[in-house]
């Protein structure tokens, strides 16, 4: 494998993640953290991996469950436009537990 070759790929894996991130557990955030969507920030309506890392790593928001300064961003898209939603790892985690 070539260098371009495993960009490529490592680029249609962040791509596809983003996608998982946006349909999957984001859309059932909202409920789960019983956010409303109106009172959270837009998000772009075009956006990237590299829009979340940006986000992420070089702006400071609140954790959506616990006002601790978030670590994760997720875009969660909705009728009413895209929103951030916005966690510290720890409340991530919590999210991402399974319920028994």
């Not at 791509?15 to 909202?30: D, I, N, S």
């Not at 969507?37 to 992420?56: K, N, S, V, W």
Request: hydrophobic fraction near 35%; aromatic fraction near 6%.
């Amino acid at each position: 494998m070539t260098e371009d070759s495993i960009e490529q790929m490592a680029e249609w894996y962040r791509r596809q993640r983003v996608k998982e991130l946006t349909t999957g557990p984001a859309a059932g955030m909202l409920l789960l953290l019983q956010g409303n969507p109106t009172l959270l920030d837009p998000a772009p309506a075009e956006f990237g991996p590299e829009d979340i890392d940006h986000r992420r790593l070089h702006e400071d928001h609140p954790c959506l469950r616990c006002g601790k300064r978030a670590q994760v961003a997720y875009v969660n898209c909705l009728e009413l436009g895209n929103r951030w939603l916005d966690l510290c790892a720890a409340c991530d985690l919590w999210m991402r537990r399974p319920l028994s």
